[in-house]
């Protein structure tokens, strides 16, 4: 009796550790990690889903913050540069016109 308890206890032993060595899909990696930060926010119900809902779906970026393309970004970028120097009118056209143009690096 005591070598069957001893053998089923090892065989649930060995699957674990079998289990635990396969690697995580990139969605359960997201899930797990959107889940974590879920439960240290203690979010429950109708905003955990939501929360769960956005973080996997920008899985890029911060949960709630929407993933902006590369085009976007370089806008941005050019964006803050013009307002950094407070160009206005037709300053700020050109040069955000020649902003864009410019390859990214």
């Not at 203690?42 to 809902?53: I, Q």
């Not at 913050?65 to 976007?72: G, N, V």
């Amino acid at each position: 009796m005591k070598i069957a308890l001893i053998m089923v206890l090892l065989a649930g032993v060995v699957g674990h550790a079998a289990a635990a060595d396969r690697a995580m899909t990139p969605q359960q990696q997201r899930m797990t990690s959107c889940n974590q930060q879920a439960t240290s926010q203690t979010l429950k119900g109708d905003e955990r889903k939501a929360y769960m809902s956005n973080c996997l779906k920008n899985s890029q970026s911060a949960p709630g913050e929407k993933s902006l393309t590369p085009q976007q970004q370089k806008m941005k970028a050019c964006n803050a540069e013009a307002g950094k120097q407070t160009l206005t009118g037709e300053a700020r056209k050109t040069f955000m016109s020649n902003c864009l143009k410019r390859q990214v690096r």
